[in-house]
């Protein structure tokens, strides 16, 4: 496909495509191609495609797990707990 770049814009005119591009839902890029587009008379393609969601999370969203609370840290010991197995690389001398 082919590239197009454009070199030296002046700021006023970048704000602006950006500002355009938002309000739109698109990518900077997406809105260029459809100002290009709409200028030459041709059809953009499929342009509602390359719009960006409508809902963008701007927030920190919860995990679908239970993770730790940060905070000081506490030691945690289990009370009824099944002896710990033996140490398999350890040779008991009692049981030769």
């Known amino acids: 496909m082919p590239t197009l770049s454009v070199e030296d814009l002046s700021a006023q005119l970048y704000e602006t495509l950006v500002r355009r591009a938002s ?3 698109r990518s ?3 809105e260029a191609k459809q100002i290009l587009a709409d200028s030459l008379g041709i059809p953009a ?3 509602e495609d390359y719009r960006l969601p409508e809902l963008i999370y701007s927030e ?3 995990p679908p797990c239970d993770l730790p609370l940060s905070g000081p840290s506490l030691r945690v010991t289990s009370r009824h707990a099944d002896p710990p197995l033996p140490d398999p690389l350890v040779i008991d001398e009692q049981a030769r």
């Open 23 to 25: 309000e739109a839902r």
């Open 28 to 30: 900077v890029s997406e």
């Open 45 to 47: 393609k499929a342009a």
């Open 60 to 62: 920190e969203v919860s």
